[in-house]
């Protein structure tokens, strides 16, 4: 069975206070790592996706890191503005027939000013 | 504007009564999925089409019924809803299942 566990639950951040958040998974066949962003109220709004080992993406003040076992979403200097819960998803195909997409259950992140 | 879009936004209903939500979405993607959304289960995948007439369970579709007709639209359908089907429902779609998805704005379905 697909896992992805992320942590921590919550976080509260300075502004300009770096950290780092955590997807570990566990997926036969991962084909592409997902994170996404989510306000309250709305719907999740698409990040970043990774493909393999080692793979790394940037915007603006995020960096998304992949290894064989976990991602890291990396959050420099971050402002108010990135508050928000951050998702992580993981996909899983089988002879390019299906596509199933499992979800953690997400980081709450509060930057405050 | 490229959008995936959901009918009805709020819906209160009661046990039994058969309901349909639907979603559409104008990008041309071949890909659907349909996910619920609850406090400390986080979003959870029901059903998902990777192209018309093809469709596939998720982690939860006991309780849920999907069609692809047409490629723009995926509708829900709970034949008999129950209360433990009280839930935030978001509709996403994207070119391939190996994209990123675009979410629609979210039902919330109370079923009383």
């Known amino acids: 069975e697909d896992q992805v566990t992320q942590s921590p639950e919550a976080l509260r951040l300075q502004e300009g206070e770096s950290s780092s958040l955590n997807c570990s998974y566990t997926v036969s066949g991962l084909r592409g790592l997902f994170w996404y962003r989510q306000d309250p109220g709305k719907g999740p709004e698409f990040l970043f996706t990774?493909?393999?080992a080692g793979e790394e993406k940037e915007k603006e003040r995020l960096k998304a890191t992949l290894t064989k076992k976990e991602s890291f979403l990396h959050i420099t200097a971050p402002k108010p503005e990135d508050s928000a819960t951050y998702l992580c998803a993981v996909g899983r195909g089988s002879g390019g027939s299906n596509y199933k997409l499992t979800f953690g259950k997400g980081t709450l992140l509060t930057v405050n000013p | 504007e490229a959008q995936v879009t959901q009918n009805p936004r709020y819906l209160i209903t009661v046990t039994g009564k058969k309901l349909t939500v639907t979603c559409s979405q104008n990008m041309n993607h071949e890909y659907m999925s349909w996910y619920r959304q609850d406090p400390g289960l986080g979003l959870r995948q029901i059903y998902y089409?990777?192209?018309?007439?093809?469709?596939d369970k998720g982690d939860v579709p006991e309780g849920y019924k999907v069609s692809r007709k047409e490629k723009r639209n995926f509708p829900l359908i709970l034949e008999s809803p129950s209360p433990n089907q009280t839930s935030l429902y978001f509709c996403?779609?994207?070119?391939?299942?190996?994209?990123?998805?675009?979410f629609g704005p979210g039902t919330r379905l109370t079923v009383l």
């Open positions: 996403a779609s994207s070119f391939s299942g190996y994209n990123e998805q675009f």
């Open positions: 990774l493909y393999s």
């Open positions: 089409s990777m192209n018309v007439e093809v469709t």
